[in-house]
């Protein structure tokens, strides 16, 4: 009975009308269907009992089932614990390149276009992948304006009638290209006016800056996972002597990413964008390694003669011939008088520019070639401040005064190191009136740079007077990322009219790193007037960290300076110019006179110079009184035609005011990758193995266009590979048109400063009116009171008079 429909169920399938062929492939076609089957259910229904063969493969059957369910599911918790895993490993990565206030791309002001169709300025930060706007260079949580996630997004130039460079950052498929939340978590970003969400128009204060700007955001959008991994990179730090610095290594030169051509992700891309940047077909190939040609660079001899002087007074006497000049000279002037347009006589001038005499303190800068590989901060700062004592014990032998440079004067040399490094100097006097000279010293093999401009200002008080350079130079340290300020004494020279003639450094100084938060302090003590040689020169300093005094340092700055430490009081010697100090003094390049420009100072001064080692001063006074007349010629012309001097290789930083070096390069040294450094007409450039670009990480609003750099759109390296540390042709500084630049920029101050001064208008005016009111009220109140005080003398008057008619 139970059998009874699988037997009709085998007869319906066994008389078939096809035969015994079609019979056997149906059969076949079942047997290898039901072991297929994903469960036994569908077999367990029939009624029949199974065979012990089928319930073996059953069982066979369930326990590979199991197993493969067990590892199917292992295999999913793992794939979920590496999925989770890794999220939050890419999460912090982009998370330590957003947070990371070091890894930066280019931070300046732009320009950006709201949904109204107006301009907002804003404060853009370009990260790996990211764009962050802010309201202030402050970057604080609530100036967050908005976050553009660049992946998504592509660059393009955009044509505009304005001034400046105009470029947009959009979305092909028109989507959001906005982050959800800012680096800090915010939700709500600072009050600005409406942008658009699938775009963003950009506008750029020059050409060069808003070329800059989309050079770094194709690079960054193209190699934003790159980015992202060397930024990681220079955060893990190595054993090795090019990596063990701070973290502020390497973070800002990604090039080790983007060179590496071994490198699938984004080798392809650098080399598509060389290829679109390029002019011409360059033969330079991103495989070679090196290359043949060597750049074009100036030539230099060895200067040998040096004139030191001896440690003690620096003192003088004048012949009578001589005196009777001092007098002439000191009828013309009063005290207090400012002597910059003051002319002196040939007699009391050193043969070499004041610009030369700058360089008087970097004969021992390879001092500072050992403070950059020192570990500890405090004794990278000891040893900053033993380079600069270094640089006071060379003086020349008497009284002299060096020649106050001529507008648009030029200096440079170099000094040659044990190692082989070169450091290079490079000055120019920007102005006359007010006389300011700027100067760069750069050697990024050794790791340091220093960059300062000086207001050389002179002051009389009758019987001496003092030479005041008013000016901070910055010392970087560029592997570790540290900026020293530095301030220099005054020379004060007395015995003009009565006693001897002498000159010594007075004043104080300060030697500070904001970062390391360590600051000296070094006074230069003026010889009393009853003091004997023991005062003569002497220095007393302190070196601390905040509040807190760690050593202290006493001496004399042309001879033997002592340090003690204020934790265990031992004193030791910290700078003795003996012998052999003065013999390991460093090698001074300079350009041959015939090799030089018509505007450097040893051709310039050259025939004054000679007349003066001859000891012919008429001759002096009159080669010099041709410069000096030649010079206020050119003034007269350039104000004739309403034209401003404008520097060759300086310009001035609209923040700041201070003049820096129109090439500077503040790179740490790559040396897997820059080979050495060297000059050619002033620009200061390092020689690569491989083209590198160059990314910007300072203002650029004080940049200007120059017509045929901006014509051809270069890099900052040339056909031959050779990095020049800007771009090519670098962008001048137009005095006039900084001065436009700093009165558009200064409105908003105007403005904010009048209203703040007729809210104290208002502010006294109220005042005023309270005040009348109360004199007002005082008034009444008297004239009540004098009022009741005459009716009682007019009363008592009537009484007193009653009384006498009664009485008489």
């Not at 498929?173 to 658009?196: F, M, S, Y």
């Not at 808003?210 to 980015?227: F, Q, V």
């Not at 992700?265 to 090196?290: L, M, P, Q, R, W």
């Not at 960290?545 to 042309?558: I, N, R, Y």
Request: net charge neutral.
């Amino acid at each position: 009975m139970p059998q009874q429909p699988q037997e009709k169920e085998s007869q319906s399938v066994v008389s078939t009308p096809k035969g015994g062929k079609c019979e056997e492939k149906k059969s076949k076609t079942l047997l290898h269907i039901i072991p297929k089957l994903p469960s036994s259910d569908s077999l367990s229904n029939s009624p029949g009992p199974a065979s012990p063969e089928r319930q073996d493969c059953l069982l066979v059957d369930k326990s590979t089932e199991n197993a493969v369910k067990l590892a199917r599911k292992e295999s999913y918790k793992v794939q979920r614990k590496h999925y989770r895993k890794e999220k939050k490993r890419m999460t912090n990565e982009l998370l330590s390149s957003l947070k990371d206030t070091s890894v930066v791309v280019l931070a300046d002001w732009l320009k950006i276009r709201g949904t109204l169709k107006s301009w907002t300025k804003l404060w853009c930060v370009l990260k790996p992948g990211l764009l962050l706007l802010y309201k202030t260079p402050k970057a604080k949580s609530n100036h967050w304006v908005g976050t553009i996630l660049l992946n998504s997004c592509k660059v393009i130039e955009r044509p505009s009638k304005k001034d400046g460079f105009c470029f947009k950052l959009y979305n092909p498929l028109d989507q959001n290209i906005w982050a959800p939340r800012g680096p800090e978590n915010e939700t709500i970003g600072a009050v600005v006016q409406p942008l658009p969400t699938s775009y963003s128009i950009f506008r750029a204060s020059s050409q060069a800056s808003g070329m800059c700007w989309l050079d770094a955001l194709e690079i960054s959008i193209r190699n934003d996972a790159a980015l992202v991994r060397s930024a990681n990179k220079a955060s893990i730090g190595s054993t090795s002597h090019e990596t063990q610095w701070s973290e502020a290594d390497y973070e800002k030169h990604f090039v080790h990413d983007l060179d590496d051509v071994s490198q699938p992700d984004n080798g392809t891309h650098f080399c598509a964008a060389d290829c679109e940047i390029s002019d011409t077909d360059s033969d330079v190939s991103g495989k070679e390694e090196y290359i043949d040609d060597d750049p074009v660079e100036t030539p230099y001899v060895p200067n040998v003669e040096e004139e030191l002087g001896d440690a003690g007074a620096q003192v003088e006497e004048l012949a009578d011939e001589h005196k009777s000049l001092i007098w002439y000279l000191v009828k013309q002037v009063r005290p207090g008088m400012d002597l910059s347009k003051v002319v002196l006589p040939t007699f009391i001038l050193e043969p070499r520019s004041f610009l030369d005499k700058l360089t008087d303190s970097y004969y021992h800068v390879d001092i500072l070639s050992r403070a950059v590989l020192e570990d500890d901060a405090f004794t990278r700062m000891k040893t900053v401040v033993k380079w600069y004592l270094s640089g006071l014990y060379k003086k020349p032998k008497g009284l002299k005064k060096p020649y106050n440079p001529i507008l648009g004067e030029t200096f440079r040399c170099y000094w040659l190191h044990p190692n082989g490094s070169k450091t290079f100097y490079v000055a120019e006097q920007v102005s006359h009136h007010p006389p300011v000279s700027a100067f760069y010293v750069t050697n990024r093999m050794d790791g340091f740079s220093i960059s300062a401009s000086i207001l050389a200002k002179s002051k009389f008080y009758g019987n001496s007077t003092s030479a005041i350079l008013d000016g901070t130079a910055v010392l970087t340290l560029l592997p570790r990322g540290e900026n020293y300020t530095l301030t220099v004494p005054y020379a004060h020279c007395k015995g003009i009219l009565m006693g001897t003639l002498s000159m010594e450094l007075g004043g104080k100084v300060n030697i500070e790193c904001e970062k390391t938060g360590y600051q000296t302090e070094i006074e230069f003590k003026l010889k009393p007037f009853l003091g004997g040689t023991e005062h003569t020169n002497c220095i007393t300093g302190r070196l601390r960290l905040g509040k807190e005094t760690l050593a202290t340092l006493e001496g004399f700055w042309d001879g033997v300076i002592n340090i003690k430490d204020r934790r265990t009081g031992d004193t030791q010697i910290f700078w003795n110019p003996t012998s052999a100090i003065r013999k390991s003094r460093l090698l001074r390049h300079t350009v041959p006179v015939d090799q030089q420009g018509e505007f450097e100072s040893e051709r310039l001064w050259q025939h004054v110079s000679a007349a003066i080692l001859r000891d012919d001063m008429n001759a002096a006074t009159e080669e010099k009184t041709t410069l000096e007349e030649a010079q206020r010629a050119s003034s007269k012309e350039r104000k004739a035609k309403c034209e401003d001097w404008i520097p060759i290789h300086f310009q001035q930083d609209l923040k700041s005011g201070q003049w820096v070096y129109k090439h500077s390069d503040l790179r740490p040294w790559d040396p897997r990758n820059d080979l050495y450094q060297y000059e050619h007409d002033f620009l200061i450039s390092t020689r690569t193995r491989h083209p590198t670009p160059m990314i910007r990480t300072s203002s650029l609003t004080s940049m200007q266009r120059q017509d045929a750099a901006m014509k051809n759109n270069k890099r900052s390296f040339d056909g031959d590979g050779h990095d020049t540390g800007t771009e090519s042709e670098e962008y001048h500084s137009d005095s006039t048109q900084s001065v436009k630049i700093n009165k558009t920029t200064s409105n908003n101050t105007i403005l904010t400063a009048i209203s703040e001064l007729q809210n104290n208008l208002q502010e006294h005016s109220n005042r005023i009116q309270k005040l009348q009111e109360s004199l007002t009220r005082h008034l009444e109140l008297e004239k009540n009171r004098t009022n009741y005080l005459l009716a009682i003398i007019i009363l008592f008057g009537i009484l007193q008079a009653m009384v006498f008619y009664y009485y008489s």
